[in-house]
């Protein structure tokens, strides 16, 4: 059964902290994973990734794939309150109809 | 552009009542998607459509039914509501082709309280 894990479930840190958010992935046709962050309403869309080893970046935010160990992280650097949200991490299957399989998300808490 | 929207934002349902949701993009969106989203399940696929006119099953279908007659239009209904399906109800929708087709778009939510 396709499923996409995300650890830790929770995370409490600083302003300024660095925070490594962690998606796994066991998907059959893999096509895609995708990145999304949830305040107290709809999920936003961050980055999609398809390769292996490249990294997307969006100001203090940057996500990586690998698609052998088959995992995905999100990085956060310099966090500030404003990056307080639920991250989701969800994975597309190439013949699934653009289903996608999300995990249960990361809660990230930046205290000042 | 608003993107998607939803309607109503917020009901409140006595047990056996029935409603319908309403899903709206202006993007041109080929996949429409419902979601339901409870506290330590995630989101979870109701129902979706390829295309106008299209519906299919996603993951927890019972009670709920969906159509899909203009493209720029999902409805959800609700034909005998119950307390389990007390939810934050998530539109969303995407590309048919081309890069990014996976991105799925998502509407601001209907909380829904059946009592």
């Known amino acids: 059964e396709d499923k996409v894990v995300q650890s830790p479930l929770s995370l409490v840190v600083h302003e300024g902290d660095t925070v490594t958010l962690n998606c796994s992935y066991e998907?059959?046709?893999?096509?895609?994973l995708l990145w999304y962050k949830q305040e107290k309403k709809a999920p936003t869309f961050l980055f999609m990734l398809?390769?292996s080893g490249i990294e997307k970046k969006s100001g203090r935010l940057s996500s990586i794939l690998d698609k052998k160990e088959l995992f995905s992280i999100l990085n956060i650097t310099a966090t500030q309150t404003g990056d307080s949200a639920v991250y989701l991490c969800?994975?597309?299957?190439?013949?699934?109809?653009?289903?996608?399989?999300w995990g249960l998300g990361t809660s990230l808490a930046v205290n000042p | 552009n608003a993107g998607v929207t939803q309607t109503p934002k917020f009901r409140v349902l006595k047990t056996g009542q029935s409603m319908t949701l309403l899903c709206a993009q202006d993007?041109?969106?080929?996949?429409m998607y419902w979601y339901r989203q409870d506290p330590g399940m995630g989101l979870r696929l109701i129902h979706y459509?390829?295309?106008?006119?299209?519906?299919a099953k996603g993951e927890v279908p019972d009670g709920y039914n969906v159509s899909r007659l203009k493209k720029q239009n999902f409805l959800l209904g609700l034909e005998s509501a119950a307390p389990s399906q007390t939810s934050v109800y998530f539109c969303?929708?995407?590309?048919?082709?081309?890069?990014?087709?996976?991105?799925?778009?998502f509407g601001p939510g209907t909380r829904l309280l059946v009592l």
């Open positions: 969303a929708s995407s590309y048919s082709i081309g890069q990014g087709q996976e991105t799925q778009y």
């Open positions: 993007m041109n969106h080929e996949y």
């Open positions: 459509s390829v295309g106008e006119g299209t519906t």
């Open positions: 998907v059959t046709n893999f096509r895609s």
């Open positions: 398809t390769s």
């Open positions: 969800a994975v597309g299957n190439a013949g699934n109809n653009r289903k996608l399989i």
